[in-house]
């Protein structure tokens, strides 16, 4: 741990909380439906957790689990619980009972909080995992409907006066866990320290342009790698959060427009839906969004630029606290035409500010040549890379060996230094010994007007190993055929490229939006017959 | 030290440079005068600076001094000196012979890097102290007019090929120190590190909302706590540096216009030559103008927003890294009138968004009410805060006594939090037993059409202990009698704070611009005779 001393302080996001309720206690911080709460309001429900955490007899390290939507509840959550000195696990409300139950006794969870709306949910799980107490937040009346033992408005009104105890012990301790999706196998648990979020809070400020005058629409899961740290980032900005419960297209629009959003986050699929809603207008003025997860096909940023947003095309994974990379956008790209903006924009681009340089390395952890062609695994380290995985030695030596992190994705460099993602190592496709990239497949085929969604995956061949087999969502209405999309593609890419078979229906995907293309692979393997597809 | 690992990288600024050339390597980041290197230019001339250096036999922790005006060579002496392990002091070029002596002296250094228009006061002061090695930076010529040993250009086009071997221990080494103003006494030197550089500088980046659209003119000079971390800041941003080499308000006028400027940074005497220049005009885009040391007085604010300009006011010591508050604007205050918006913004505000609470403290080193009344020592703690004085123990305990820096400046804490200065410890002028802070004077007598620079201090007096005395300096063509004034002054002041005496004259003033009160002190002490004023 770093020394103590006049000049030195540990860094902890819990910090910003602070500040900015010191400095603008009076200005709205946090909007939730009909309330809304001011800073000031923001740092009392925070250091009533702490206090009330403490006094349950949760210790330093101990983990403090949060099952809720979007809300002022789990926003305080991330300044509450590292307060007391205890770590927050922030769950995926969209899992089974089993995979929270999973959870929350892979966690060790002590104590779990859970919304109204996921109290069965919650009940169950905990029941399961045996957690000892459970807190439940009635977000329909606060603080009223519930007085028992188990009303976490009771809790909070519980707290003595003062600050809590301080059990910091350094800015390398563990601020949170979050669980990674776990498309094959059981889901790990990532450790985040304070330290490494509060920088990443700070690039994703510095990167998203945050100030006292954002307003942060929060369309991003807070579940999801802690809301990608932006719940620390607005608020060291101060920043005001606007919560969003469920992910409603309409209600973002009426929200973008009612709350004068000036950011937001989103999967691209957040971005096709925007796009696609009734309610769809130009702004008034630009709205900063910032995406990741699969890459998002050119046509999509254009498209949202054109209604006036910013996209900020970000890549990372939950063991690098969300966002590592940016697509840095070069001001002497502004004037090239909208296709070619596009299609820079969909880059991954280059390591975050606070971040080191991100790799893409061969098996020898050598740099690739940076051709745009040549692919390698991305690599990362530094401030923004997890601490490793809770209680999972093996797995932590595993991910971090030769002292980088694998993301396994695999990616190349451009002339220009940025990263471009070309797949994940266990989605590429082998056919004939040439690798194919299952996501340049993919775009090609959502360049089709009338293809909504794809995703393509290695089919098992006698004679070329494997070929690329398609699994296609067509937009509404839409007639085609398997053999007409197969010629499309024939047209834009190598022939070895093309799928040879395409199946339409509904993708399959996770409950934070990835394909899971495991299930398709199964399907391909089974010649397309399992029924897996939900249609 | 932090310990290291994957997920723990020393933070260090020299990794924004590394960041910014990868990134944008081929745009201009620095422009100096004809000169317009790129990222990448700069970059090199870094690594060759660093390995040169090493090469030079120069070692971890050893001081390598650089005696320039704002130029690309002392630009690049604030990456290239750390990525050689070393520590950089910048040297205040308006110092005479014997001071420039004592801080090679004191600081040890090895080797000193002189621009050619400082030639005869930097081989004066090197002989006098010691200096093994000076190398001419030939502005006019660059690398080419000296060939010799002592040709800066020839020491960099010396080096071997790769990247300096990293020496860095820690990222609590200490990467520059910067030497007081010294009003009385010898100036001491200060020690920042690595981390208090990176935090600050991003901190900066931060509130001056810069970004690589950000193009930064030096009108602070870069040798002035080094030039308030923006070789830093700009740089982790990727904006431009457009280098000025002697302070004239024509030029600024002229590169304001010329090189698309956005930001600059400057005491308010630097404000107050801008708005006076022949060449003044709104501007065509805001201009973020970030100012500090003396509290700028709200006209002036007033007169630079009407121009265009954004106003910034930061607080700080050398001893924080250049700022360490700042007037956070609250968007509330947008609709204020003018003058309410100017008297809220001429306040030194609250800590940055990497600095620890900034506190005023009485002498037990409690709290005084935030009631904008109670007067007490500014004092500070935490990463923004140096290592202490070079080579003075005792010193560094005196300043730290209590665990926290004590700034040696008086001021208040308004009902909103905001600090706002009333003057130095030992500027205040006691009369009756009641404190009278002299930069209150002073602003009233700026007030006036006819005063262009006051100051006020301690004259003794038999009856009441003290009395203010004033020294003024009356706009052009002026004509105004200290009986006018002092009249003035008691008319908007309680009259034991108005002036009894009123000198007029230029003010004395160091080589960073602050009224050199303790000479109008001892000529106060004098009854006004000693002659010192320079008219």
Sequence with gaps: MIATGVHLSPLTPVAFLERTAAVFGHRTGVVDGERRLTWAQVAERSRCLAVALQQAGIEHGERVAFLAPNSSEL????????????????????????????????????LLVVDAALEALGRAAARAAGVARILVCDADAPGEARTGGDSYAAFLAGAGPGPPEDRLTGEDDVISVNYTSG?????????????????????????AQLDARSVYLWTLPMFHCNGWCFPWAVTAAAGRHVCLRRMDPAAVWHLLDAEDVTHLCGAPTVLVMLAADAAAHPLERPVSVTTAAAPPPPTV??????????VNHVYGLTETYGPITICDWDPGWDDRDPAERARLRSRQGVAMVTADRVRVVDDGLRDVPADGETMGEVVMRGNNVMKGYLDDAPATAAAFRGGWFHSGDLGVVHPDGYIELRDRAKDIIITG?????????????????????????????????????????????????????????????????????VEFGALPRTSTGKVRKNLLRERARHGGNSGLLSV
Tied chains: 1, 2.
């Design 183 to 207: 498309t094959t196998g059981r889901p790990k648990g990532v450790m985040y320290t304070h330290r490494g979020a509060y920088l990443n809070a700070l690039a994703e400020a510095h990167h």
């Design 301 to 310: 940023i254009a498209r949202m630029e054109a209604l006036g947003f910013r």
């Design 75 to 110: 926003l305080e959550a991330h300044f509450g619980v590292p307060a007391a000195g205890a770590v927050l696990v922030a769950v995926n409300s969209r899992l089974t009972d089993d995979e929270v139950a999973y959870i929350l006794r892979h966690s060790g969870t002590r």
């Design 433 to 501: 010994g040439e690798n194919v990239s299952s996501i340049e497949v993919e775009r090609v085929l959502l360049r089709h007007p009338d293809v909504a969604d794809a995703a393509v995956v290695a089919q098992p061949d006698p004679k070329w190993g494997e070929r690329p087999r398609a699994y296609v969502a067509l937009t509404e209405g839409a007639e085609l055929s398997a053999d007409a999309l197969i010629a499309f593609a024939r047209h834009h890419l190598p022939h070895f490229k093309a799928p040879d078979a």
